[in-house]
């Protein structure tokens, strides 16, 4: 079900393995509330992503430009702001959304929409 | 879970007992009927001899499988069921003793003809500080100092020279006598390079005993088993005749009955040593089973009701294809295999050809801090060991469990190392190979594992963030209240 035309792009700070990356996440067309297409840009190069939402916390990925195939990937919030991804099988820790803090951490406990824009503008 | 599932399948009801934290286990509620015997500490619960009888006796059953830990290598409680008219699903008090102790075990086995790993027949405990170097240097080194009750690892201590020899004694009765109860040492020489090997047996009340192609355990990170196998790439046809032979022997010389194991050192040139016996049930039974058969639990259970033991020694002997199990433990090998207990929020099983999952989790539960971390055993079985290198690392890709640490990441690392997977390695493998990653953490992910994981990240946070405020997260969607508005048009 859609619910919702995907406009303007959201920016947000990733970090995976101490690497920190301001990635760019922007739906092509209607976001489906199970999944979508997206593209995501960091460090001057674009992904599409075709995005599946299997279950809470674990998401399906096909990357046509990284070979089509199906990666399956958990996440689970371990504090506010900070994830661990389960990647073929092995767990990724110190992977942190960090925009700027303060907004993700208003983000994760329940001021969403105040935090959300301020990261959507940001 | 394993033995349940074996008395369901003979259609004989079973009891568990549980402690507090286990309240909620799989185990729990999968038996005919659970009974409360007490705190989650194990001396209150798990290792309360009269508690554990008195729910036997209270719920009617007629008989105990102890299972592989705690009492299962107890002879005062095989005692206490015989004493209350239970039925104890394992060897007799006597025999849990001689072969229990590992020093009347050597003895035994030397008695039997069975070449035992030198040492010392005798407890070195009453012995003066320079009576234990002397008696040290005779048996040679580097020698282990060894708990009589110990396992596991623990109550060991490795000493290289003589002078160490008094604090090696100190240590290792210290740790048995917290681990154990029970502090008494003996010495036995440390054989490099070898490979553990074990063989499973069967006995009968009536004299037969059945020995099992040998299993294959020298993966091991201090002395505790991480994966097994069987048959062994080391053993020839020739050796394991020897070794069968070897525990007929000593099993029968002893009367033996029910299930055991003998575990062995093999070194380079096929030479065997006996090691000790387990007087139970082993974790690592299962990869037996999966190359034989045999179940190995039903026929605890036949066995203790008398039944006479009809497996062919050969089916026996001879392994269809080859298995592997790995022991999956909540632990974070990025911390040193700290034991990292918790709550399990979703969970996804291997499954699929050749892949066997005992498990005593589910989604939902709670990793107890009480008890060992082991959260289930995975077993992968196909016609020939690459193939079962091959499946277990596919059904160890496939196992998601979220929510706490485990060492999957570890044993994929093994799984994919070239000394495992060429069969070249002896006991000290492992500890090695660990030591030669300084540190290297086995969350380290490949450049394209690396942008799958940012992807999931950012995304994750995107949903995140529509889920919580329930509209599209640029926040042109509809409002919870036009959401609400909408449901109720709907009911009307």
Known sequence: ?122 | MRILRACREMGVPSVAVYSECDRTAPHVRQADAAVAIGPSAPADSYLNIGRIVDAARGTGATAIHPGYGFLAENAAFARACREAGLVFIGPEADVIDTMGGKTAARRAAVDAGVPVVPGTEALVDTLSDDELCARADEVGYPLFVKAVAGGGGRGMRRVAETDAVVAGVEAARSEASTAFGESTVYFERLLEGTRHVEVQVLGDEHGTVVPFVERECSIQRRHQKVIEESPSVAVTLEVRAALAAAAVALSSAVNYTNAGTLEFLLDADGHFYFLEMNTRLQVEHAVTEMVTGVDLVQWQIRIAHGERLTVDRRQALTPVGHALECRVYAEDPDAGFMPAPGRITALRSPSGPGVRNDSGVEAGFEVPVFYDSMISKVVAWAPDRAGAIARMRRALTEYEVVGITTAIPALLWVLGHEAFVSGRFDTTFLDQALAERHGRSFSDLSAEETDLAVMAAALFAYFSAADTLGRGVDGTGPTPWRHAARLNGLRR
């Open chain 1, 1 to 122: 079900m859609a619910t919702a035309a995907g406009r303007g792009p959201v920016r947000l700070y990733v970090e995976v393995a101490g690497e920190r990356r301001l990635v760019t996440v922007e739906p092509v067309g209607p976001v489906d509330s199970d999944g979508s297409r997206f593209t995501l840009r960091w460090n001057d190069t674009t992904y599409e992503v075709d995005v599946s939402r299997l279950r809470s916390g674990a998401l399906s990925l096909i990357v046509p430009s990284a070979g089509h195939a199906s990666h399956e990937v958990t996440c689970h919030e371990t504090a506010p702001g900070e994830l661990a991804l389960g990647v073929a099988g092995r767990h990724v820790r110190d992977s942190a959304l960090d925009p700027r803090q303060r907004y993700l951490l208003v983000l994760f406990s329940g001021w969403a929409e105040y935090s959300w824009q301020l990261l959507a503008t940001g």
